[in-house]
């Protein structure tokens, strides 16, 4: 435990929070580099379904990504404050 | 959590910033892009349902919602999204059109029966061709792109076309002659070559 301008931060959580952001920083830039011309690239023939399923799921995983995101943050922090 | 990363000074504190913030727009373009497509689908669909030759008088309210997308839709309103699109509608029709023209019923039927359907089936890969035009010069210079990116398959696809046509053409007129009477003083040597 080391005082930081006035609060007490456990460094060991720190580390471990830094590492998992960076986990979930490579999971989060798989999904959003994911491109819909990548079947034509792939020189497949994609009907235009392909597209809008693409963008349907890209919505769904993003939604979901958004809200875990806010969400551990919150659990996190309480579990900071109750330590 | 950035709240930790933040007192603690954490070098890790700007990448976290960075991703929740690519994050958030990629989701509003996800969001943006699937809301605006939606009304595509329905379109899509009853073209894949709809026997080829009836397809025709598909092409135009189709090509009203691209537009409406192009002109609506912010993050959809780029050469590189619309023609990912474009390519696949281009490839929808060619599916529908291939299977209108059934190698084996084609070649198993009446010359002058397939020939008809391969002029239907013309008929409303013209048609297809004529919206994509309209909608291209109402568009005028935002849609920019190079044809070849959209049509390049295409074009080798019409060329298989006319290469199906001019071949049911050639037969068709063949056949015809076999049915030629020939006249004249020499007329019963023509024939006999004709035959030959």
């Known amino acids: 435990m080391i ?16 590492s998992v952001v960076i986990e979930w920083s490579h999971q989060i830039r798989e999904v959003l580099k994911k491109d819909s011309a990548q079947p034509l690239l ?7 379904s392909t597209e809008i399923e693409f963008w349907k799921s890209k919505r769904a995983h993003l939604e979901s990504i958004s809200e875990q995101v806010k969400l551990k943050f919150l659990h996190q922090r309480k579990k ?3 330590i | 959590m950035g709240e930790l990363l933040s007192k603690s000074n954490s070098s890790y504190y700007p990448s976290f910033l960075q991703i929740h913030n ?34 025709k008088s598909l092409f ?3 090509f009203r919602v691209i537009d409406l ?12 999204r619309i023609v990912v699109l474009l390519q696949e509608i281009c490839n929808l029709i060619m599916k529908q059109a291939s299977e209108h023209l059934d190698p084996m019923e084609l070649f198993k039927g009446e010359v002058d029966e397939a020939l008809m359907k391969i002029d239907d089936t013309f008929e409303s890969l013209e048609e297809f061709d004529k919206e994509y035009k309209l909608t291209r010069e109402k568009m005028n210079d935002k849609w920019d792109f190079s044809p070849k ?25 063949f056949l015809k002659l076999e049915k030629v009477e020939i006249g004249g003083v020499k007329g019963k040597l023509n024939r006999r070559k004709t035959k030959h």
């Not at chain 2, 997308?69 to 590189?80: E, R, V």
């Open chain 1, 3 to 18: 005082l930081f301008s006035g609060d007490l931060i456990d460094l060991k959580l720190v580390h471990a929070v830094e």
């Open chain 1, 42 to 48: 792939d020189g497949l023939d994609p009907l235009p």
């Open chain 1, 80 to 82: 900071t404050f109750s």
């Open chain 2, 22 to 55: 690519d994050v958030r727009y990629a989701l509003d373009e996800a969001q943006d892009i699937d809301t605006h497509l939606r009304p595509l689908a329905s379109h899509f669909e009853s073209m894949e349902t709809t026997d080829f030759i009836e397809a």
């Open chain 2, 60 to 62: 135009k309210p189709m």
């Open chain 2, 69 to 80: 997308l192009y002109t609506h839709c912010q993050h959809y309103a780029t050469a590189s």
């Open chain 2, 149 to 173: 990116l959209v049509f390049a398959k295409w074009d080798e696809f019409m060329k298989r076309m006319d290469l199906i046509k001019e071949l049911f053409s050639t037969a068709n007129a």
